[in-house]
C-alpha cells in the first residue's frame, strides 16, 4: 500500500552544481571478477595477464574505471576475500610485475584502477593471526580474542551468541591460546580488533603500498562488521519468519553491525586516500561495502566536515529485480534512496556483483535492457559487474562442482540456496573453447551452456544487442544533462516507469519502462506535464522496433512488454514540481547488506528489512 501512497509524487532533485565533476562522479565504474575475466595461461583459472589482455573491452563497454576482486595471496577459502598477505600477488594470478603491467596497460588506456581492500579480517593463514594465536608480540591484540563462558555442568561456551554470515557460530575455539576469536564470516576469516590501535595503521600502510603502485583508491569490504561492542552483548532476535536459528538472520545485529568505530575508521583511511589526491589533483577514492540500508547508508559518507567513503554501495536497485516488480515499486525504490540522501552524497547505483544472482535470472532476460537503462540514467555512479553488460546469466553449478562456502556448508540438497557460485562463472566472450576464457575446458566454475548463442563477439556482430544497447546507454551519459541534471522519477501507470533528466537550457533525457507484460501504449505528460510534447529516439531496447532519431510524441508512446525507449528532447518548460514530498518511514528500510540472494519471487521480497536472504514477509 505505500507504494500507492508516494507512487504519483514527483521528486525532483538537483545532483551537482555547475562545478566540474570529479572521475569517480562521472565514471561508470565495471567490477572485473579476476577468477572469471580471462585465463590467460589455460589453467582454467583467470588471471592478471588475462585481464590485461581483455582491458580494451572495460573502455570499449564505456567504463573509465575498473575495480578488481582480492587479487591477494590467500588459501582461497572465501575466493580470496580470505587474505594471507594484503602486499603480495597471488601466484594464482601472476606476479607483482604482472600488476605493474596492469597499471601501465590501465594507464595507457586511460582507465582508473582500484583495488579490493578487505580490512574486517584476514586469512587465519595469515603471519598475524598465525602469531596472535601465540602471543607472540606486537600480534598478541591483533583478533577479537575471548574468554569461554561455561554452563552449569561446565561445557565450555562461546562468550556470546552471535552468529557468522555463512552461518552457525561466529567464535571459534583455539586450543594453543584457550581463547576463541571471532569470525563474522568464515571460521577461515578471523575478524581484526580495530579497538587495538596498531591494526587501524597497518591497514594504512597496505593502502599506501598499493596507491604508490599507481591505483586509484579502494573498494572497502564489509565495513559494516568492522568494530563489534566491547562488552560482546548477546544480540537480540531478528523476528524474520523462516530463518533457521544458526543463520545470521535470526539475530539484529546490533552489537555487530554498522557499530560507531566503523565510520570514524573510514574517515582516517579517507585521509590517506587524500593525502595522495593533494599531491597531483586526481582524486583516490574510497567506495565502502557498508550498510545499504538507509539508517546507515549515509553514515559511511561522513558528515560534510569530516567526510567519509566518497561513496557507499547503494544495494537498493536489487530491491526491484524480481520478475513482476511493476512501475510503483521501482518508483518508491529509487525515490526513497533519492529522498534520503543528504546532499553532499554522491549517488551511486549497482544491479550486480559476485554476491548476488545476476539480473537476467533475478528479473529475466527480456528485462536486461531496462534495467541497465535504469542504472546508467540515474544520477551519479554507474557500476556495472562484469557479464552484465551482455545480460549473462546465472549458472547451473552442480554440488560437485560448488565451491563457495556458505554453499557448501548448507549441503547437497540447500546449496543452490546459498552458493554465490552461479553468479561467478566465466565471462563469455565468444563461442570458442570455454567461452574464449580459457583455452582449457577444464575451468574453475563451468561456463555457461548457453554461451555459444550468448557471447560478447556475437552481440558486437550482430545489428542489435544487449550490448550495443549498453554502449549507446553510456555515450549518452556524457551529455552534460545525464551527468548533473535533476531527476523526475514517476511511475506514469503501474506498467511504466519514467525516469526523465532535466537541466536548465540542455536536451531533456527521458526513458520510458514498460513493465507489464503486453504492450502498452502511454501518455507520459499525464504525470509530468512539463515535458517536451516530442523527443527523439537515442536508444531503444532489442526487438523494440524503434528506430534510433525517429520523433516520438510524448503523450502517445507504445512500449513492448520488458521494453525500453530513451528519447532526448528540448529543455523542459519550466516546471512547478519541486523536491517536497516527504520520506517514507525509514523503520521499514532498515539493513541491506551484500546479499540478497534469492532472487525470483515478488514483492514481500522488496521490504527486504533486515538481513540479506530476503525472504521476510
Ligand atoms: C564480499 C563477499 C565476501 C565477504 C567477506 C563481502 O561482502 O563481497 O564476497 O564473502 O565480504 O569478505
Ligand atoms: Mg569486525
Redesign the pocket.
Known amino acids: 500500500m505505500r507504494h500507492l501512497v508516494i507512487a504519483l509524487t514527483a521528486c525532483v532533485l538537483a545532483v551537482g552544481g555547475a562545478e566540474d565533476l570529479e572521475w569517480w562522479q562521472r565514471t561508470v565504474l565495471y567490477q572485473v571478477y579476476p577468477r572469471s575475466f580471462k585465463d590467460s595461461d589455460g589453467d582454467g583459472m583467470g588471471d592478471l595477464q588475462g585481464i590485461i589482455e581483455k582491458m580494451d573491452h572495460i573502455k570499449d563497454a564505456g567504463a573509465d574505471a575498473f575495480w578488481m576482486?582480492p587479487i591477494f595471496t590467500s588459501p582461497g577459502v572465501?575466493?580470496g576475500?580470505?587474505i594471507s598477505n594484503y602486499t603480495e600477488i597471488d601466484p594464482m594470478f601472476g606476479t607483482m610485475e604482472d600488476f605493474e603491467d596492469l597499471i601501465y596497460k590501465a594507464n595507457e588506456l586511460d582507465l582508473k584502477v582500484l583495488l579490493?581492500l578487505?580490512p574486517?579480517?584476514v586469512s587465519n593463514e595469515s603471519e598475524w593471526f598465525v602469531k596472535s594465536v601465540q602471543r607472540i608480540e606486537p600480534y598478541t591484540n591483533y583478533f577479537v580474542w575471548a574468554d569461554p563462558k561455561y554452563d552449569e555442568n561446565g561445557t565450555r561456551l562461546p562468550p556470546n551468541n552471535w552468529l557468522s554470515?555463512?552461518g552457525g557460530s561466529a567464535w571459534e575455539w583455539r586450543e594453543e591460546r584457550q581463547q576463541y576469536y571471532l569470525h563474522?564470516?568464515?571460521v577461515q576469516?578471523p575478524d581484526l580488533n580495530y579497538r587495538y590501535k596498531p591494526v587501524a595503521e597497518e591497514i594504512k600502510g597496505v593502502m599506501r603500498f598499493w596507491l604508490d603502485k599507481g591505483v586509484h583508491g579502494f573498494r572497502v569490504?564489509?565495513v559494516s562488521?568492522l568494530y563489534e561492542d566491547r562488552r560482546l552483548r548477546d544480540e537480540p532476535p531478528s523476528g524474520q519468519n523462516g530463518t533457521a536459528p544458526d543463520q545470521e538472520g535470526s539475530l539484529s545485529h546490533v552489537y555487530t553491525h554498522n557499530q560507531p568505530g566503523n565510520y570514524e575508521l573510514i574517515h582516517q583511511w579517507r585521509e590517506v586516500v587524500d593525502e595522495y589526491t593533494r599531491q597531483d589533483g586526481v582524486a583516490r577514492i574510497l567506495i565502502t561495502?557498508g550498510d545499504s540500508g538507509l539508517n546507515y547508508t549515509f553514515k559511511y559518507y561522513g558528515p560534510k566536515t569530516r567526510p567519509g567513503a566518497h561513496l557507499n554501495f547503494n544495494l537498493f536497485l536489487f530491491q526491484v529485480l524480481y520478475k513482476d516488480a511493476d512501475a510503483f515499486a521501482y518508483n518508491e525504490t529509487i525515490n526513497t534512496w533519492l529522498e534520503h540522501k543528504p546532499d553532499h552524497c554522491w549517488p551511486n547505483w549497482l544491479v550486480g556483483?559476485?554476491?548476488n544472482a545476476r539480473v537476467a535470472t533475478r528479473a529475466g532476460q527480456a528485462l536486461v535492457d531496462a534495467v541497465n537503462a535504469v542504472l546508467l540514467w540515474l544520477p551519479g555512479t554507474a557500476i556495472t559487474y562484469n557479464g552484465e553488460e551482455i545480460g549473462m546469466n546465472n549458472t547451473h553449478v552442480s554440488w560437485n562442482q560448488t565451491v563457495?562456502?556458505?554453499g557448501r556448508r548448507a549441503g547437497p540438497q540447500n546449496y543452490s540456496s546459498f552458493s554465490?557460485d552461479p553468479e561467478r562463472t566465466p565471462f563469455q566472450w565468444d563461442n570458442s573453447t570455454s567461452a574464449g576464457f580459457s583455452s582449457s575446458n577444464d575451468t574453475w566454475l563451468p561456463v555457461n551452456s548457453n554461451y555459444k548463442q550468448l557471447n560478447l563477439q556475437q552481440q558486437q556482430e550482430a545489428s542489435e544487442s544487449h550490448y550495443k544497447v549498453y554502449k549507446q546507454l553510456v555515450a549518452e551519459r556524457k551529455s552534460k544533462t545525464l551527468q548533473k541534471g535533476k531527476t523526475i522519477a514517476e511511475a506514469v501507470t503501474k506498467e511504466v516507469f519514467a525516469l526523465v533528466r532535466e537541466l536548465d537550457g540542455e536536451d531533456t533525457y527521458i526513458l520510458a519502462v514498460n513493465l507489464g507484460n503486453e504492450t502498452t501504449r502511454t501518455d507520459l505528460t499525464a504525470s509530468i506535464p512539463s515535458l517536451p510534447t516530442s523527443a527523439a529516439v537515442v536508444v531503444a531496447s532489442v526487438g523494440s522496433g524503434f528506430i534510433r532519431g525517429e520523433i516520438l510524441n510524448t503523450t502517445e508512446i507504445s512500449i513492448p512488454s520488458k521494453g525500453f525507449v530513451g528519447l532526448k528532447g528540448s529543455p523542459m518548460k519550466s516546471h512547478s514540481a519541486s523536491f517536497s514530498s516527504s520520506p517514507s518511514s525509514s523503520e521499514s528500510w532498515k539493513a541491506l547488506?551484500?546479499?540478497f540472494k534469492r532472487w525470483d519471487s515478488a514483492p514481500t521480497v522488496t521490504r527486504c528489512a533486515d538481513g540479506h536472504a530476503c525472504t521476510e514477509s
Open positions: 576482486s572465501d575466493s576475500y580470505d579490493d578487505v574486517n579480517h554470515y555463512f563474522q564470516f568464515v576469516q569490504d564489509a562488521c561495502e556483483n559476485h554476491d563457495d562456502p556458505p554465490r547488506f551484500f546479499f
